[in-house]
Every structure is written in C-alpha cells, then in structure tokens.
C-alpha cells in the first residue's frame, strides 16, 4: 500500500518561497504519475500539480509559473517547489499517486493520504 509523508511546510511571507518534499514508499515509484494536492480551510482538495518521470505533465492555472514539480526516482521523492507565494496559497499539501481518469488528473478515493504539510502565507 502507497505511504506518503510530506515536510517543508511552514510559516512565510508573501512572495517568499517554500520547497516541499514527500517520501513515497509501497508502490513502483518510477511506474506512477504523482501528484501534489492542496486543501484550503473550508474548501475541498484540489489538485496543483502532475509530474512523472519524464517531467511535469500539469499544473494548475493558480500555480503555473510559480510552483514546479520534480522527482527524484533514486530516492523516491517529490518535491514542490514554491516561488512568489501568496496568501491564497495558504493551505495543508498533500502528495498522491495520480490517475488520469475522464480528461483529468484525480487521486483514487480509496488510496490513503500522508499528514499533508501546513503551508501558512502572511505578513
């Protein structure tokens, strides 16, 4: 069973940056597409970005030009990386295995979730 754990959330200042990393475990980590998710206080999980082993695949419009993905398959890690934030961004990450089902990128509703990592944008 895929087991993720997110770090490198915390505390900065608009236009500041963060890079998060997650640790995948269970799976055949170079056979996957992954994903980073977010989820805003009172609003439901969204997915950001895509990335597989060939390179990112997708992003989302509110992050496109200032959050990239990457891997790292020797040591089965993704990685966020996070420019010019903004308090909007402010939300607990999420990294998934990600399917693309329907015309577009969804993680499975029955796969497990890390502990996700805060990411908190203010002054």
């Known amino acids: 069973q895929v087991h993720m754990v997110e770090s490198g959330g915390g505390l900065v200042q608009p236009g500041g940056s963060l890079k998060l990393s997650c640790l995948v475990s269970?799976?055949?980590?170079?056979?996957?597409?992954m994903a980073w998710f977010r989820q805003a206080p009172g609003k439901e999980r969204e997915l950001i970005a895509v990335g597989t082993s060939g390179g990112t695949i997708e992003d989302t419009d509110a992050v496109k030009g200032r959050f990239t993905i990457s891997r790292d398959e020797a040591k089965n890690m993704v990685y966020l990386q996070m420019n010019s934030l903004k308090p909007e961004d402010t939300a607990v990450y999420y990294c998934n295995v990600a399917y693309y089902s329907l015309d577009r990128w969804i993680a499975l509703p029955d796969d497990p979730w890390g502990q996700g990592t805060q990411v908190t944008v203010s002054s």
């Open positions: 269970g799976i055949r980590f170079s056979a996957n597409a």
